[in-house]
Antibody
Framework: EVQLVESGGGLVQPGGSLRLSCAATGFTFSSYRMHWVRQGPGEGLVWVSRINSDGSSINYADSVKGRFTISRDNAKNTLYLLMNSLRVEDTAVYYC?????????????WGQGTMVTVSS | DIQMTQSPSSLSASVGDRVTITCQASQGINNYLNWYQQKPDKAPKLLIYDTSNLETGVPSRFSGSGSGTDFTFTISSLQPEDIATYYCQQYDSLPYTFGQGTKLEIK
């Protein structure tokens, strides 16, 4: 079964750090571009970051640039998001998502999400 | 950033109704437009990609159309399991942006 499973969320104080993980199973992880998308409580979806299949091309939303780092380990079939200097406004459910194969940048597989709460 | 404006923000309809949601981009997006369904406390699910292509396994009552800056998502006959929030998303340019969502309820 094609699946993404996030972990690593939790409660952290402002200014703190967390590392999220996204374990991929059921498909050739190393062939796909991957993304992180977040959703604040009661809010809509916000794209955070993407990384291409071999990790050589990375992009971030301006709101997280310089604070978050996306990476991947294709040998472990795992995507990561290292979040530093966390702010209250980073509180959200964080989803990892696979980009559909082909010329379209659609997110065809999503994880269940992991909650990050930034609060003192 | 490209702004995506969905309307309505919420919608109440009866089972069997035809439901239409619109999404307007702040600039042309070359039909690089996807639609997602999100049920409460669940991850989003891809329904339509590239404006009008139905994702594998998605019922044919869902469809999409449009061009330029104006796009439409339609459910031809609303079913009880379609209760969800629907989002459009552009990928013409980074950062990818989503509409604010349309919450669909059964009347």
């Amino acid at each position: 079964e094609v699946q993404l499973v996030e972990s690593g969320g939790g409660l952290v104080q402002p200014g703190g750090s967390l590392r999220l993980s996204c374990a991929a199973t059921g498909f050739t992880f190393s062939s796909y571009r991957m993304h992180w998308v977040r959703q604040g409580p009661g809010e809509g979806l916000v794209w955070v970051s993407r990384i291409n299949s071999d990790g050589s091309s990375i992009n971030y939303a301006d709101s997280v640039k310089g604070r978050f780092t996306i990476s991947r380990d294709n040998a472990k079939n795992t995507l990561y998001l290292l979040m530093n200097s966390l702010r209250v406004e980073d509180t959200a459910v964080y989803y990892c998502a696979r980009e559909r194969m082909g010329p379209t940048d659609a997110f065809d597989i999503w994880g269940q999400g992991t909650m990050v709460t930034v609060s003192s | 950033d490209i702004q995506m404006t969905q309307s309505p923000s919420s919608l109440s309809a009866s089972v069997g109704d035809r439901v239409t949601i619109t999404c307007q981009a702040s600039q042309g997006i070359n039909n690089y437009l996807n639609w997602y369904q999100q049920k409460p406390d669940k991850a989003p699910k891809l329904l339509i990609y590239d404006t009008s292509n139905l994702e594998t396994g998605v019922p044919s009552r869902f469809s999409g159309s449009g061009s330029g800056t104006d796009f439409t998502f339609t459910i031809s006959s609303l079913q009880p399991e379609d209760i969800a929030t629907y989002y459009c998303q552009q990928y013409d340019s980074l950062p990818y942006t989503f509409g604010q969502g349309t919450k669909l309820e059964i009347k």
